[in-house]
Every structure is written in structure tokens, then in C-alpha cells.
């Protein structure tokens, strides 16, 4: 017998399901609201919370967000009344949260219930009180927490948002937060539609993006949408929007000027309603530069830009991280490795020039490596990627170099290693305080504190 | 009362009525499966005949729902 709380505010509903629910032989209490549903978590403890994806005073991730905090996390099913959103709720729902789609049937309920996660709710571990922000986003750090600020404001607005930053730092997880956050703000469930305008031909950009009418063109056997439409009110994720060659460009800077499109071969002009979410590994300094992007075209997508730190300038978040990655594969292999402290050392030393998608990438090699019969993880001894940053950054000797130069980039080196700290830098160096003063006044670098 | 209701079923758009009345269908849904428990357990057949009449009004609210719906 489970403990279930049911959180929906159709009342009609909530009445039949706990019938069913009680008839299945469990124990169900009711709540209509958030509200509701905070008060009784404070009192009670439940083995499995079915949750209702919108809810008159915010949205059913809120209330994940509160759960993740409590001592016994309950296993959680979503109910989503929109079929569009389930494409969304999959791709964040964790080892611990599934989701059903409306209308319910009795099935939907007893699979919910005998998922083996669901018997024995889990004690809280390491993993499991990382908070996912906007139900995705991981991270604590001041940059990240800037990150968050960021995108709770522009939710509440329409205004078009350029993403910036290295390969593999989240790019797209961020576009599905700031989706997200929008939901919640507008309290709908609109959808998210993604297109890589990178992978995409230049043939077919025009049609991917605008859709095209049967026989517009050779091959066109049938009407296809175009994103725009497919977005609907909801969000467009236009990824590596610089891959877009510069001769298509003035298509899509119409349609985001007039907020209107026209499919290849059509007549009839379309609204576009969504936001459009795009994103860019280049720099802004590139992007003009090289001309990318032509400057009338960055001014209507980067009407909000955010730039995404990398994994590197907030190296605090890698034990979280890793934790929350190694967790994830513990729970879909059924297994129970563990960090060590000098694992999470090496992790957080490394700096992860492929970012996030290098550090979930490193730790699903480890835990593949590793040894079913214990609980340590085999991490490889070198487990920098081919593409590391760490040896272009490194300041190698070439022929033809002074002593004395070498000498300098070595003391110049330290002293960015240890922010600034000459006492710290005289030591690891190997000389006194006062050489290493004597040092930088010879180069002209001492400056007075 | 119906027509207060009636508009501002009216001033939503065509999306918000579809899901909208994904709420009703799911009331239909589980009251119908109340019956199936009703029916296989030999319980009271009040129950059944409660959870039908409640079929029956979420039916009528669908049919709201597809009358605003059509004239979009």
C-alpha cells in the first residue's frame, strides 16, 4: 500500500481518481493548489505525488522544486493535460519523474503506481537534493545564479533572445528553461520547436523554416509546415543561427520584422506569434568581424543576449554536476558508484574545454570502465579530450626564447594561478617574497597595492 | 450565468479551448472506468449511476467546448 497525494483542481476529477485510487489499494489525500499541496507535504509523507502540470497559483514544477528538498523524496508523475508538453516534460523528467497525458485511464494510474522506482521511496542522496532549475538547469554558482535572474525576466516578455556561448555549454538546455520559465509566467503550455540551422542544406532552409506548399518545388510531394508555424504561440530555437548562409538571411529577417510568413509557393501570409530563441557558439567580436550575421538580423534576434558561462568559470558547479550525472546512470543501470573526493578534485581541476557536454561525456566513459562488483568509479587517468584547451593554453618553451623571457611568463603564469597572491606565487616558485618582488620590479610590473 | 460563461469561452483562442477540453474527456474517461470497477465488483450500482449522469454533463460541456470551437 503507497501513500498518494493527488494534486489537480478538478474537483470531479480528483473524486474519481481517488475511488480508483483507493479501489487499487492505496492510501490517496487531495490537493487543488499549490498552496494546498505545500501544506500538506508539511505534515505528511507520501510514496508517489501525481501532479497536475498547471495549477491555478503556478505551475506543478514549483512544487518539484519544494519536494527535491524534503527528507523522503516521493517518486512524482505529471499530469499533462496537453499532449504538445509531453515532448517537454520527457526530456526533463528524471530517474523520479514521470508523466501521464490526459485523458487518464485506470491503466495509466496502476503503471504510474507499479513502477519498481515507486515501492520504496528513496532516501535522499547526494544526488537528489540538487535543485534543477526551471526543471533543467544545474548549478549554484554566482554565474549561474546571474544565469537564472536572467531568465526569469525576459520569461515575461516576448523579446527575441540570442544565446552566446563555447560549444557544449547548454545552449539549448538554457532556450528549453527560458521556454519553460515562460510557461510558468504565462501559466500555458505552449511548445517548444528546435531547428539546427547549421545541419540543414541551403536548399531546404528556406522550407524548413517558412514550410512550402505540394509542388512548390521538385520533390515537394506533399505541404509541409514550416517552424514558424510549428511553433505556434510557443518558442522557436533556431540553433547555430550563424551557420545560416548570408544569402538566406534577408528571408528570415522579413518574417521577424513583419511577423508574418509566407510558405515556399504559397500566397496566403501567416502571423508568427513565437519567440525566437537563437544561439551561436562565435563571439559577438566574430560575428561582426566575419560578418556571420548581417547587423540588422543580430539586432532583431539578440534583443536579449545571454551569454552562458562555461563550464570553467564556474568550476564550483562540477561536483554537483557530476554527482547529478553519475547518479542518473546509477539509477538507469541499477548500480551504486560513487565519487571520491579525489576524483571530484581532478574533475574540478580540469578545465573542460568541451564544457558540460565534455564532463557528461568523461563521467558515462568512467562509469562504463568501472567495475560492476564495487562502488568506485574508474575514472581514466587522462581523461582530456582530444579538442582540450589545456595544451593550446600551455606555455611552452620554443627555440630562441631568453631565460629572461621565460623567466617572465613563468612568474606572470603563477601569479594569475594564484590571483594576484605574491607571497602564494614566491612559494610555489621556489623563492623568497622579496626575490619575486625584485623580479617584477626589474620587468616594470610592480605596481603598489 | 451560461452566457457570462459563453463569453468568456469566446474570448479565448482555438488552442485554449482544445486543451480546455482535454478536462471534461478526462473526467469521461475516469468515470467510465468507475463504472467498469462498479460493474466487475458487484459494488452499489448508485455509484454507476452517478458517475454516468456525470458522463453525460461533461459530454454537454465537450459539446460547448466544439460549438465555440467550430465557429472560430
Same mark, same amino acid.
Given at each position: 500500500?503507497?501513500?498518494?497525494?493527488?494534486?489537480?483542481?478538478?474537483?470531479?476529477?480528483?473524486?474519481?481518481?481517488?475511488?480508483?485510487?483507493?479501489?487499487?489499494?492505496?492510501?490517496?489525500?487531495?490537493?487543488?493548489?499549490?498552496?494546498?499541496?505545500?501544506?500538506?507535504?508539511?505534515?505528511?509523507?507520501?510514496?508517489?505525488?501525481?501532479?497536475?502540470?498547471?495549477?491555478?497559483?503556478?505551475?506543478?514544477?514549483?512544487?518539484?522544486?519544494?519536494?527535491?528538498?524534503?527528507?523522503?523524496?516521493?517518486?512524482?508523475?505529471?499530469?499533462?493535460?496537453?499532449?504538445?508538453?509531453?515532448?517537454?516534460?520527457?526530456?526533463?523528467?528524471?530517474?523520479?519523474?514521470?508523466?501521464?497525458?490526459?485523458?487518464?485511464?485506470?491503466?495509466?494510474?496502476?503503471?504510474?503506481?507499479?513502477?519498481?522506482?515507486?515501492?520504496?521511496?528513496? =532516501?535522499?542522496?547526494?544526488?537528489?537534493?540538487?535543485?534543477?532549475?526551471?526543471?533543467?538547469?544545474?548549478?549554484?554558482?554566482?554565474?549561474?545564479?546571474?544565469?537564472?535572474?536572467?531568465?526569469?525576466?525576459?520569461?515575461?516578455?516576448?523579446?527575441?533572445?540570442?544565446?552566446?556561448? $563555447?560549444?557544449?555549454?547548454?545552449?539549448?538546455?538554457?532556450?528549453?528553461?527560458?521556454?519553460?520559465?515562460? =510557461?510558468?509566467? =504565462?501559466?500555458?503550455?505552449?511548445?517548444?520547436?528546435?531547428? =539546427?540551422?547549421?545541419?540543414?542544406?541551403?536548399?531546404?532552409?528556406?522550407?524548413?523554416?517558412?514550410?512550402?506548399?505540394?509542388?512548390?518545388?521538385?520533390?515537394?510531394?506533399?505541404?509541409?509546415?514550416?517552424?514558424?508555424?510549428?511553433?505556434?504561440?510557443?518558442?522557436?530555437?533556431?540553433?547555430?543561427?550563424?551557420?545560416?548562409?548570408?544569402?538566406?538571411?534577408?528571408?528570415?529577417?522579413?518574417?521577424?520584422?513583419?511577423?508574418?510568413?509566407?510558405?515556399?509557393?504559397?500566397?496566403?501570409?501567416?502571423?508568427?506569434?513565437?519567440?525566437?530563441?537563437?544561439?551561436?557558439?562565435?563571439?559577438?567580436?566574430?560575428?561582426?568581424?566575419?560578418?556571420?550575421?548581417?547587423?540588422?538580423?543580430?539586432?532583431?534576434?539578440?534583443?536579449?543576449?545571454?551569454?552562458?558561462?562555461?563550464?570553467?568559470?564556474?568550476?564550483?558547479?562540477?561536483?554537483?554536476?557530476?554527482?547529478?550525472?553519475?547518479? $542518473?546512470?546509477? $539509477?538507469?543501470?541499477?548500480?551504486?558508484?560513487?565519487?571520491?573526493?579525489?576524483?571530484?578534485?581532478?574533475?574540478?581541476?580540469?578545465?573542460?574545454?568541451?564544457?558540460?557536454? $565534455?564532463?557528461?561525456?568523461?563521467?558515462?566513459?568512467?562509469?562504463?570502465?568501472?567495475?560492476?562488483?564495487?562502488?568506485?568509479?574508474?575514472?581514466?587517468?587522462?581523461?582530456?579530450?582530444?579538442?582540450?584547451?589545456?595544451?593550446?593554453?600551455?606555455?611552452?618553451?620554443?627555440?630562441?626564447?631568453?631565460?629572461?623571457?621565460?623567466?617572465?611568463?613563468?612568474?606572470?603564469?603563477?601569479?594569475?594561478?594564484?590571483?594576484?597572491?605574491?607571497?602564494?606565487?614566491?612559494?610555489?616558485?621556489?623563492?623568497?617574497?622579496?626575490?619575486?618582488?625584485?623580479?617584477?620590479?626589474?620587468?616594470?610590473?610592480?605596481?603598489?597595492? | 450565468?451560461?452566457?457570462?460563461?459563453?463569453?468568456?469561452? !469566446?474570448?479565448?483562442?482555438?488552442?485554449?479551448?482544445?486543451?480546455?477540453?482535454?478536462?471534461?474527456?478526462?473526467?469521461?474517461?475516469?468515470?467510465?472506468?468507475?463504472?467498469?470497477?462498479?460493474?466487475?465488483?458487484?459494488?452499489?450500482?448508485?455509484?454507476?449511476?452517478?458517475?454516468?449522469?456525470?458522463?453525460?454533463?461533461?459530454?454537454?460541456?465537450?459539446?460547448?467546448?466544439? !460549438?465555440?470551437?467550430?465557429?472560430?
Amino acid at each position: 500500500m503507497l501513500n498518494i497525494l493527488l494534486v489537480d483542481d478538478d474537483e470531479e476529477f480528483t473524486e474519481v481518481a481517488c475511488h480508483i485510487i483507493e479501489f487499487l489499494g492505496h492510501d490517496v489525500i487531495t490537493a487543488c493548489s499549490l498552496e494546498e499541496a505545500y501544506q500538506v507535504l508539511d505534515c505528511n509523507d507520501f510514496d508517489h505525488i501525481f501532479l497536475d502540470f498547471m495549477l491555478p497559483d503556478g505551475s506543478g514544477l514549483h512544487l518539484i522544486d519544494h519536494i527535491n528538498k524534503l527528507e523522503k523524496i516521493p517518486y512524482i508523475t505529471l499530469i499533462t493535460g496537453h499532449p504538445l508538453v509531453k515532448g517537454m516534460l520527457s526530456s526533463l523528467c528524471g530517474p523520479k519523474i514521470g508523466y501521464i497525458a490526459k485523458p487518464l485511464q485506470r491503466e495509466d494510474l496502476e503503471q504510474a503506481l507499479s513502477n519498481k522506482k515507486t515501492n520504496t521511496a528513496r =532516501n535522499k542522496s547526494k544526488s537528489s537534493i540538487t535543485t534543477k532549475h526551471f526543471g533543467c538547469l544545474i548549478g549554484e554558482s554566482t554565474v549561474m545564479k546571474e544565469l537564472y535572474t536572467m531568465i526569469e525576466r525576459v520569461a515575461t516578455t516576448q523579446a527575441n533572445v540570442m544565446l552566446m556561448g $563555447e560549444s557544449g555549454v547548454g545552449k539549448e538546455v538554457v532556450a528549453q528553461a527560458i521556454h519553460i520559465a515562460t =510557461n510558468q509566467a =504565462n501559466n500555458s503550455e505552449n511548445k517548444l520547436v528546435t531547428t =539546427n540551422c547549421g545541419a540543414i542544406s541551403k536548399d531546404l532552409i528556406t522550407s524548413e523554416l517558412f514550410g512550402h506548399e505540394k509542388g512548390a518545388f521538385t520533390g515537394a510531394i506533399a505541404k509541409k509546415e514550416g517552424v514558424f508555424q510549428r511553433a505556434g504561440d510557443g518558442t522557436l530555437f533556431l540553433d547555430e543561427v550563424t551557420e545560416m548562409p548570408i544569402e538566406m538571411q534577408p528571408n528570415l529577417l522579413r518574417v521577424l520584422e513583419s511577423k508574418k510568413v509566407t510558405t515556399v509557393g504559397g500566397t496566403k501570409e501567416m502571423d508568427v506569434n513565437c519567440r525566437v530563441i537563437s544561439a551561436s557558439n562565435r563571439s559577438v567580436a566574430e560575428i561582426a568581424e566575419k560578418k556571420y550575421l548581417r547587423e540588422d538580423i543580430y539586432f532583431r534576434l539578440a534583443v536579449f543576449p545571454i551569454s552562458i558561462p562555461a563550464l570553467r568559470e564556474r568550476k564550483e558547479d562540477i561536483p554537483l554536476l557530476a554527482n547529478t550525472f553519475l547518479s $542518473e546512470l546509477n $539509477e538507469e543501470y541499477n548500480r551504486n558508484y560513487q565519487w571520491t573526493a579525489v576524483q571530484l578534485k581532478r574533475l574540478v581541476d580540469y578545465d573542460w574545454p568541451g564544457n558540460v557536454r $565534455e564532463l557528461r561525456h568523461t563521467i558515462h566513459r568512467a562509469f562504463i570502465m568501472s567495475d560492476p562488483k564495487n562502488t568506485a568509479v574508474e575514472l581514466a587517468q587522462d581523461f582530456r579530450s582530444p579538442f582540450s584547451s589545456v595544451t593550446e593554453k600551455s606555455h611552452g618553451l620554443t627555440a630562441g626564447q631568453t631565460i629572461e623571457d621565460v623567466e617572465k611568463e613563468l612568474i606572470k603564469v603563477t601569479l594569475e594561478d594564484v590571483d594576484g597572491n605574491k607571497s602564494l606565487a614566491a612559494e610555489m616558485l621556489g623563492i623568497s617574497t622579496k626575490t619575486l618582488y625584485n623580479r617584477l620590479h626589474a620587468y616594470g610590473e610592480f605596481k603598489e597595492d | 450565468m451560461d452566457s457570462e460563461k459563453n463569453s468568456a469561452l !469566446e474570448s479565448k483562442n482555438i488552442n485554449e479551448l482544445i486543451h480546455d477540453a482535454r478536462a471534461p474527456l478526462n473526467r469521461i474517461s475516469m468515470q467510465a472506468e468507475l463504472i467498469k470497477l462498479v460493474l466487475e465488483n458487484d459494488m452499489p450500482k448508485e455509484k454507476a449511476l452517478a458517475a454516468a449522469d456525470k458522463i453525460i454533463n461533461s459530454c454537454q460541456e465537450c459539446s460547448q467546448f466544439l !460549438e465555440v470551437i467550430s465557429h472560430k
